[in-house]
Each structure stands twice: as structure tokens, then as C-alpha cells.
């Protein structure tokens, strides 16, 4: 929770005046039982109707100035609690979009946008919870003992005893829920996981029956969620009326050992009705306290989820070297024994593979599912940084460029063709964002996509719908090699990104990047043979090794496992 709290850094005045505010009131709510005292010593006592009015106004006015502070308080602490929250989320998602991919794939997406959305708002809450209540409800407790001992120090005993037995099941029940509201929290996230991979792949679901099984699993996921939730409501339900009976038997111990203490003269009628007004004060203190405890339990809970993404150190680079400094360097990219491992996996995905690749040149991957061809792909722009081996990427060690420049330098087109809302000229600037209409049409183009974006209504203008769901997928696939195209960068990596795409489109496209972007180096991943038949070098992945590099004709003589890949394609009708 202290690593978030300078995010409340520019709302000081805020947090000094709110709080302040709520004193006052509280110190106005003190006051009442005293009047009231008088009212019934002096006022009734001596049938003084005068006296008795002029009082009841002074409880009025009272009543008055203390709910002008409480309304002051709370728009202090909603200005406070929401600029915080505004803050916090700003700086999280910030940070979240600095974290490599290992350290997003270690949190796992669904828990970071839990973080984000459902962690952010109960800390938010209950920094508004703390500036309204938390300072109010303790110098409530506090202040009605004090006036409790100056009326009578011996019966104040009993209010010290009741505020011990209070306090220390407030701390043990707190002691006990803390842990419970984080396991509360992970079952929130799975829900939120099952959620977001059944939204998006509701089309698959659907295609394989799997309904039943989905919501099942759904189903299981929150009952994990009622089950944690229910334990911790089992434990934090003691502490109402575990405060209601202490406050009443408290309140039944000053009724019967007043009356011995009015018999005596050491006490009034009125000063008894006061003791039990601060009684009952201290009631609802602790009552709203124990609400509280919850609520910061929750926050606390929260903000240490949210710490924990906070304490993931960014993606840094370890220089500061720019790809356009260096273009004379025959070779573009390099790979010296280079392996890789997930943080999770125990094997590596990538083995020991060497290979280089001149500027200009076209390099194939291919290889069966799962042979780390996508892994090779995405060392390349420092996506994953490897765990053993060298790169070079212009003769340079990729570990000496600053990422950002290095990837501006790079075009990437994933599996997933992957667009966001909006028209297709913002979806084409995410690349270079003061791309001219003229580069987006030469670049679609490349792509074989300005076929079909210019026959739309309204070309560059037309609104493509979350994640391109209103396109079909060779026409996002299409898109989405453009988005790269655009600003002819020195490397374009084409991960299985033509898949969706027909024979004659494919070659049409290969052609098109030879012609218009002769001194990009291409590499591209594809499982048809024909789509890497005239590259330059193709490299064939099996378990994360190279088992063979070469040029089509030289593998189909001396690489077993392409050449069976080739012959299976053989009968299909591909074009060249």
C-alpha cells in the first residue's frame, strides 16, 4: 500500500481538510449529549422553558453546522479518492504496457486487467472510505470515552473495557481475512480469464458443441469465487453483533451502577443520559469502524496486487544504438548459437540455431507445429531476449539497440491479424503516425488489400469494429501486413500471416514486396512450401533445432523432413 500512496501526492490539501472537516463534525456530535445533559439538570430539573428552547436551538444549530462539514468532506474526498484512482489507473496501465512479454505472460492478461479495472476501484474506494470515516469513527470512540471520564471516572471503566474487547476482535478478525480476500481476488481473476477466452472464442465453442463444458467450467469458477467470498462473510459477520452485544451489556453495566451512584449523590439524571448517549456513540463508531475493516481489508488486499505488478521491472535496453546508424552493414541479421526458454517451460524452445541473412534477402521458416518457428520470429525484435547466444542485427548485438528504435525499424505481422476500433487509415498509422494518405494506398496495395478497400464506401474512412469482426480474415490478414508495409521498414516479419490468403493472392503479394520494397529483408513463416519456394534461405525447425538451411532445391535434395512436407503438397493446386 506505501508504494501507491504518492500517487495521492497532489491532493494533500484534500487529505488535511477532509479529514479536518469530519472532526469538526464529530466534535459538534460530542458536544449534543452535554447539551442535552444540561437541558434536562437545569432546563427540566427547574421547568425553565426559556433555557429548554434556547438549548434545543443550540442542538439545531449544531445539527446544522455539522452536516455543512460533512457535505464539505465528502466532495474533498470524492476529489481526492477519484484523482487518486485516475492517477493509479493512468500509471498502471502505463507500467503494463512497459512489462516484456515474458513478465505479461508470467501475470497472465485476465489478472492484469483485473488489476486494473477491479483492484484499482476497491483501493480507490477505500481511500474515499478513509478521508470520510476512518479518522471520525476512532475520535468518536476516543473523544465519548474522554467526556465519559470527565462526567464519571469510575463508570468510564466500563467504557475502556468495552472499546479492549472491541479493538481486539476487530484486529483478529482483520488478521484472519487479509489472506482469504487475495485467494477472493485469484479465484476473480480465473472468472475473468474463463470470461474473456469464451467472449472471444465464442465461434469455436460453438463449432465444437462445447457449450455445456464451458459453462461448467464457468460455472465451478465462481462458485470458487462464492465459496471464498462466503468464508471471509463468515468471519467478518462477528463483528456487528459481536460490537452490538458488547455495546448493549455495556450499556446495561452503566444503567445499574448509575443507579447506585445517583442514590448517592455522585451523579445526575442527566449526566446518565449523557453517559448512555456517548454509549450509544461509541456503538455506532465501532459498528461503521467494523464496516471499515472490511473495506480496507479489501483495499489492502488490492493494493498489494497492484504492487505486485508496480514491482515487475520494465522492459529496458541495455543501449542505445539506432538501425538507421548502421545501414552499411552487408549483413541485417545474424543469429550465433542462439537458444531460448519460457520462465515456465523447462526445455527450450529454441536450440542452438545459427544462420545469416544479407539486407534485401528473403528468409523462410517453416516446420510442424510447435517447432519454435514463431519463438525464432520473436527474438528478432527483442519481443523475448534469449538465454543463450548472440544476435546481430546490422552488425550490431541486439542487445545495444534502444527497443523502441529497433522496432520502428521492423514490421511485424503476428498470426492473430489483430485491428482496433476505428477507420482504416488509423489502423494503417500505428506504424508511422503521420503516414500520408499516399504511402497508406501504396502500402495497402503491397498488401493486396487496396482491391477491396477502395471499393468501400468510404476507403481510408470506412470503420473497421472491435478486432475487424465486420472483415473477413484474409481481408484482416491483408490489412495487417499493410499496417507493416507502411514506412518500408529494414525488416518485415510475416509470421504465418498469409494463411488466409488464396494461392494466386499469396504469389501476388510475394511479387509485390519484391518489387516495391527490393531493400526490406523479408522473413516469413508459412507452412506451404510454394510460398517459401524462391527465398533466398529457408531454414526447416523441428523441436526448436534447425535440421535443415538452404534454398528450396537444396533441401528438397538433402532435408528429409522438408522434403516430406513438400511432397504432401504436392498433388494440391498451388500456384507459382
Not at 521498414?489 to 514486396?513: E, G, M, Q, V
Amino acid at each position: 500500500m506505501k508504494k501507491l500512496l504518492k500517487y495521492l501526492k497532489n491532493y494533500k490539501k484534500e487529505l488535511i481538510f477532509g479529514p479536518f472537516f469530519k472532526l469538526l463534525e464529530a466534535i459538534f456530535e460530542l458536544i449534543v449529549p452535554y447539551v442535552m445533559a444540561k437541558i434536562i439538570d437545569i432546563g427540566i430539573a427547574n421547568n425553565d422553558t426559556g433555557y429548554i428552547l434556547r438549548m434545543s436551538g443550540v442542538i439545531v444549530l449544531l445539527g446544522f453546522c455539522g452536516l455543512a462539514f460533512a457535505l464539505t468532506c465528502q466532495i474533498l474526498a470524492a476529489k481526492c479518492a477519484y484523482g487518486f484512482g485516475t492517477e493509479l489507473r493512468t500509471a498502471l496501465y502505463k507500467h503494463i504496457n512497459s512489462l516484456s512479454y515474458s513478465s505479461i505472460d508470467k501475470v497472465g492478461t485476465a489478472s492484469l486487467v483485473n488489476r486494473l479495472t477491479n483492484d484499482s476501484n476497491t483501493v480507490q474506494n477505500g481511500v474515499n472510505m478513509f478521508i470520510r470515516l476512518a479518522t471520525r469513527s476512532p475520535f468518536l470512540v476516543i473523544g465519548a470515552m474522554v467526556m465519559a471520564m470527565r462526567t464519571d471516572l469510575k463508570l468510564s471503566l466500563i467504557f475502556l473495557v468495552v472499546a479492549i474487547l472491541t479493538t481486539i476482535v476487530i484486529v483478529t478478525v482483520m488478521h484472519k481475512t487479509v489472506p482469504m480476500y487475495k485467494t477472493t481476488q485469484k479465484n476473480l481473476d480465473r472468472a475473468s480469464m474463463l470470461t474473456r477466452e469464451n467472449l472471444e472464442g465464442t465461434r469455436v465453442i460453438r463449432a465444437f458443441s462445447r457449450q455445456k463444458e464451458e459453462i461448467e467450467d464457468f460455472r465451478k469458477s465462481v462458485d470458487d469465487i462464492a465459496v471464498s467470498s462466503i468464508a471471509v462473510g463468515r468471519i467478518s459477520s462477528v463483528l456487528n453483533p459481536f460490537s452490538f452485544m458488547v455495546m448493549n451489556l455495556g450499556i446495561v453495566a452503566i444503567l445499574w451502577f448509575s443507579g447506585i451512584r445517583i442514590d448517592t449523590g455522585h451523579l445526575t439524571q442527566g449526566e446518565l443520559t449523557k453517559l448512555v448517549n456517548y454509549m450509544t456513540q461509541i456503538l455506532l463508531a465501532l459498528i461503521v469502524l467494523a464496516n471499515l475493516i472490511v473495506t480496507f481489508t479489501k483495499a489492502f488486499a488490492s493494493a498489494n496486487r497492484i504492487s505486485e505488478v508496480f514491482d515487475i521491472e520494465p522492459e529496458t535496453s541495455d543501449g542505445n544504438e539506432k538501425p538507421s546508424e548502421h545501414k552499411e552493414s552487408e549483413n541485417i541479421l545474424e543469429f550465433r548459437n542462439v537458444s531460448f526458454a519460457y520462465e515456465t517451460a523447462g526445455d527450450c524452445s529454441v536450440k542452438n540455431v545459427s544462420f545469416t541473412l544479407k539486407r534485401g534477402e528473403m528468409l523462410g521458416i517453416i516446420g510442424g507445429t510447435g517447432s519454435g518457428k514463431s519463438t525464432l520470429a520473436n527474438l528478432i525484435p527483442c519481443f523475448y531476449r534469449q538465454t543463450e547466444g548472440e544476435i546481430f542485427i546490422s552488425g550490431i548485438k541486439s542487445d545495444n539497440y534502444d527497443f523502441d528504435e529497433l522496432r520502428k525499424s521492423i514490421g511485424v505481422v503476428p498470426q492473430k491479424a489483430i485491428l482496433f476500433t476505428g477507420t482504416v487509415r488509423d489502423n494503417m498509422r500505428w506504424k508511422k503516425a503521420d503516414a500520408t494518405d499516399e504511402e497508406i494506398i501504396s502500402a495497402l496495395k503491397t498488401a493486396q488489400a487496396w482491391e477491396f478497400v477502395s471499393r468501400m464506401p468510404e476507403g481510408l474512412d470506412t470503420r473497421i469494429s472491435q478486432g475487424g469482426k465486420n472483415l473477413s480474415g484474409g481481408q484482416k490478414q491483408r490489412i495487417s501486413i499493410a499496417r507493416a508495409v507502411v514506412g518500408k521498414p529494414d525488416i518485415i516479419i510475416l509470421d504465418d500471416s498469409t494463411s488466409a490468403l488464396d494461392y494466386a493472392t499469396d504469389l501476388a503479394l510475394r511479387k509485390s514486396l519484391k518489387k516495391d520494397m527490393p531493400d526490406t529483408t523479408v522473413i516469413m513463416i508459412s507452412q506451404r512450401t510454394t510460398s517459401l519456394k524462391e527465398a533466398d534461405k529457408i531454414i526447416v525447425m523441428d523441436d526448436g533445432e534447425t535440421v535443415g538451411i538452404g534454398t528450396h532445391d537444396e533441401l528438397i535434395e538433402n532435408c528429409e523432413i522438408y522434403r516430406e512436407i513438400y511432397k504432401s503438397q504436392m498433388n494440391e493446386k498451388e500456384g507459382n
